[in-house]
Nanobody, 115 residues
Framework: QVQVVGSGGGLVQAGGSLRLSCAASGSIFSIRAMGWYRQAPGKQRELVAAVTALGSTNYADSVKGRFTISRDNAKNTGNLQMNSLKPEDTAVYYC?????????WGQGTQVTVSS
C-alpha cells in the first residue's frame, strides 16, 4: 500500500507565492517520476510540472519561469514552488507519484489567486 498526502495551497493575491508539498509513504521500491497537475472548474486536469528520478523536469508553458518543481528521493517527497501567481492559476492541485507500474495521487489542494 502506498499513501500520498499533499499539503500547502490556500488563498493569495496575484503576484504572490505559494509552496505545495507532497509525500509518499508505504511500500515504495522506486519512484520513477512525480508531478503536479491542476484542474480548474469546468476544465480538464492538466500537467503543471513533472520531474523524473534523474532530475529531468518538464513544465507547462503557462508556468515556465514562475513555478519550480523539486523532489527529495531519500524522503519520497516533492515540492512545487509557485511564484508570480496569476488568477488563471486558480485550481485544485494534485500531486502524483509514479511508483512501479502504478500512479498514486494525492487528495488535491485548492489554490486560489485573487486579482
Amino acid at each position: 500500500q502506498v499513501q500520498v498526502v499533499g499539503s500547502g495551497g490556500g488563498l493569495v493575491q496575484a503576484g504572490g507565492s505559494l509552496r505545495l508539498s507532497c509525500a509518499a509513504s508505504g511500500s515504495i521500491f522506486s519512484i520513477r517520476a512525480m508531478g503536479w497537475y491542476r484542474q480548474a472548474p469546468g476544465k480538464q486536469r492538466e500537467l503543471v510540472a513533472a520531474v523524473t528520478a534523474l532530475g529531468s523536469t518538464n513544465y507547462a508553458d503557462s508556468v515556465k519561469g514562475r513555478f519550480t518543481i523539486s523532489r527529495d528521493n531519500a524522503k519520497n517527497t516533492g515540492n512545487l514552488q509557485m511564484n508570480s501567481l496569476k488568477p488563471e492559476d486558480t485550481a485544485v492541485y494534485y500531486c502524483k507519484f509514479e511508483i512501479g507500474s502504478r500512479d498514486y495521487w494525492g487528495q488535491g489542494t485548492q489554490v486560489t489567486v485573487s486579482s
